[in-house]
């Protein structure tokens, strides 16, 4: 059963351009959400955060908007950047401390 | 502050051979998390770690995996025998405690089995 899920395999956006980057999730118990970052070769990195109280929560060039109603989140990057490229996965936290990841969107940005 | 350390990068054995992977994780990390990753998937947990307590081990197969945390530090994950099914990168994270949502993970191994 997948919990969290990412419909968009790949996105390529233009350079300073908007990338927005969608995830779907299930589980009405996550009390927060994630979203990753991850370079070929590396582990995922932790790219910004949303409590399920929250509707949004902004850092710098990200951006996250929660929908409860629609249990669905998004991530923006504005201005989007070549070394933004990479794969996003998006992934919630239940209250006993598990999470779930999507299958992620590969994002590339073209200079 | 070192991140989370995993050796090997990569290994390539043959089927029904054992195989082990080690994590350090980040000191002062009270939580640590092995993950199974195949190809075009999120990461899976395997299992989860409380300290030296393993507190959510519901999908680690049991019958072929193992794995251990002494002392509350450091992690080993084994496979024995492996089978065709387990190629895949392992990764293993940590997180300062159960309240925390942030977890810092290794660069993985990646592992081929023929």
């Known amino acids: 059963d997948q919990q969290v899920k990412q419909n968009s395999p790949s996105l390529s956006v233009q350079e300073g351009r908007i990338s927005i980057l969608n995830c779907d999730y299930t589980n009405s118990m996550f009390d927060y959400f994630l979203w990753y970052k991850k370079y070929p070769a590396e582990g995922p990195t932790f790219l910004i955060s949303i409590s399920s109280i929250k509707d949004k929560n902004e850092d710098g060039r990200f951006t996250v908007f929660l929908n409860k109603s629609a249990k669905h989140l998004s991530l923006h990057i504005v201005p989007s950047q070549p070394g933004d490229s990479a794969v996003y996965f998006c992934?919630?936290?239940?209250?006993?401390?598990?999470?779930?990841f999507g299958t992620g969107t590969s994002l590339t940005v073209i200079p | 502050e070192a991140g989370v350390v995993q050796s090997p990068r990569y290994k390539i054995i043959e089927k029904k051979q054992p195989v082990a992977f080690w994590c350090n994780p980040i000191?002062?990390?009270?939580?640590l998390y092995w993950y199974l990753q195949n190809l075009g998937q999120g990461p899976e947990l395997l299992i989860r770690?409380?300290?030296?307590?393993?507190?959510?081990d519901s999908q680690l197969p049991k019958d072929r995996f193992s794995a251990e945390r002494l002392k509350g530090v450091d992690s080993t994950l084994k496979i024995q025998p492996a089978e065709l099914g387990d190629s895949a990168v392992y990764l293993c994270a940590s997180s300062m405690g159960q309240s925390s949502y942030e977890q810092y993970f290794g660069p993985g191994t990646r592992l081929t089995v023929t």
């Open positions: 992934a919630g936290r239940n209250t006993g401390n598990q999470f779930y």
């Open positions: 000191s002062g990390h009270n939580t």
């Open positions: 770690y409380e300290n030296e307590e393993a507190v959510d």
